[in-house]
């Protein structure tokens, strides 16, 4: 994946998709779920078009 697309990724509507095709919403909403309602993160590792993996981390009950 780019770094341009990495920059933007968990931006609300931003999309790789054609015009018409996706809202660009799914990965925005998770974003905002898990840090905002979780208080935990969500990244992006890529490398060249390899793939992407996603990591999600959440608090334990200690943590909070």
Do not use: C, R
Not at 35 to 56: D, P, R
């Amino acid at each position: 994946m780019p770094e341009s697309v990495k920059a933007k990724i968990f931006q609300p509507f931003f999309t790789t998709k054609p015009t018409g095709e996706g809202t660009g919403l799914g990965l925005s909403l998770s974003y905002d779920i898990v840090t905002k309602g979780h208080g935990g993160s969500l990244t992006v590792e890529s490398e060249g078009s390899a793939g992407a993996m996603f990591l999600i981390q959440l608090p334990t009950a200690n943590d909070m």
